[in-house]
């Protein structure tokens, strides 16, 4: 297991997104320096050093890690839908591997990386498939359909891989829906009208700034070798028992261990064991009701 470093300077690749953003003011305030890259949007004003360029460029990515001893790596096209699959994938796999590439050759130890819960394939498949199990964990049987989702699976490759050509060590996280709390609380509402759209991704969240915390997690903690990550908020967005919700909308699916309650489908054991990381923020008994309730009322 390797000694823990905090990182002084990290590069933040896609700094101006959604996550980019928190994350960067959140290592700021922890004493982390941040230089913020992208090739879009307002970079954030807490970090010191800007840099408007392309994450897939190996030259733009090489001067921005100067003096960085971590890189997070969140630049990407988040979706199939924004961009030809061509243009999809080779986007996120070729900044991937800009990212690690650059950072391994300067003999940068630590990177974190965003996948997704798409990693398996199984959310945006274009095909009737399921989840072979529940909770997801991060051994689900992989079925690919789009070009969002394979590139994902690159890049936890590319994570792999990386780390035996320059023995960087990487954590790749599985996110499922990251957003702040109003945006969640909206997507919760959605899934509460159609819980069918969303059971193959469990009704998984995790809140922003959650996100923020578990990389700045995996930037500090002692890990060695490339790790992917599963995470998720420990709840879901829907209002009702996880169990009874899955019987209904992922009917035969195994569920191989106790969901009590709202619990999330999603296994994150691997998050707290080699992280130490828990979310903090949960939206709890604040979600909306079901659409049956909804109709009740009316
Ligand atoms: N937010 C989610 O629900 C979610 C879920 C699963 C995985 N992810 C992954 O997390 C990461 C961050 O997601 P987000 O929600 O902040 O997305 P976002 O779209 O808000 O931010 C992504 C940023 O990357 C930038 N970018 C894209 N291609 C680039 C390139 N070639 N060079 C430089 N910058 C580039 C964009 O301009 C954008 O600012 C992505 O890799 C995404 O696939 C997000």
Redesign the pocket.
Known sequence: MRATTVPRRVLV????????AVTTAHLVSHGIAVTA?????DLPEAADRHVH????DPAVVGAALEDADGVV??????HPTLGTPWEVFS??V??TFAVLSEAGARGIRRAVV?????ASGVPFNPHRVMPAYYPIDEDLPVDLGDA?SLS?TVDETSARAAHRMWGIDVVAF??????DHDTLMAAAGQAALDPGATVREGWAYLD?RD?ARAVHAALVARVEGAHVVGLAAPDTLLPGPTEELLARWAPGVPIRSPLPGRSAAVDTARAERLLGFRPEHTLGQDVPPSAEVRAEVA
């Not at 360029?53 to 897939?56: I, L, M, V």
């Not at 790596?73 to 988040?78: F, G, R």
């Open positions: 690749t896609g700094a101006s997104g959604g996550i980019g890259l992208d090739r879009d949007g360029g392309d994450a897939t790596h969140l630049a990407a096209i988040p986007t996120n070729s900044a965003a996948s997704s819960v798409n969002y994902k599985r996110f499922p829906l990251v957003k922003v996100a």
